[in-house]
């Protein structure tokens, strides 16, 4: 079993930055870890991935350059780092662990067996 909390959403202004945690119980270090948004009245989306020793980052074209993944597997903690948010970034965030010996994309939410309760991020003037 893997419990996820999120923590740090919150409403920012447009070019404004937040830091997002999520601190695991269980099975992580040894986890590849996401995060996925899922803006109001739309499918979730893949925004980061980080491998289970941070070496390897993803991310889509929506936040590159703007958003940074990180991990303290001695905190057992994931970060998102947000910076120039936009209006569009505003979403639900979540975190999730991705399955063990999962081989396909890590972009689909399907990669993933657990997941936190959200974080709301509103960027807005």
């Known amino acids: 079993q893997v419990q996820l909390v999120e923590s740090g959403g919150g409403l920012v202004q447009p070019g404004g930055s937040l830091r997002l945690s999520c601190t695991a119980s269980?099975?992580?270090?040894?986890?590849?870890m996401g995060w996925f948004r899922q803006p109001p009245g739309k499918e979730r989306e893949f925004v980061a991935r980080i491998a289970w020793n941070g070496d390897i980052a993803y991310y889509p074209d929506s936040v590159k350059g703007r958003f940074t993944i990180s991990r303290d597997n001695a905190k057992n903690t994931v970060y998102l780092q947000m910076n120039s948010l936009k209006p569009e970034d505003t979403a639900v965030y979540y975190c999730a662990a991705q399955r063990p010996g999962y081989s396909g994309y890590y972009y689909s939410s399907r990669a993933y067996d657990y997941w936190g309760q959200g974080t709301q991020v509103t960027v807005s003037s």
């Open positions: 269980g099975r992580f270090s040894s986890s590849h």
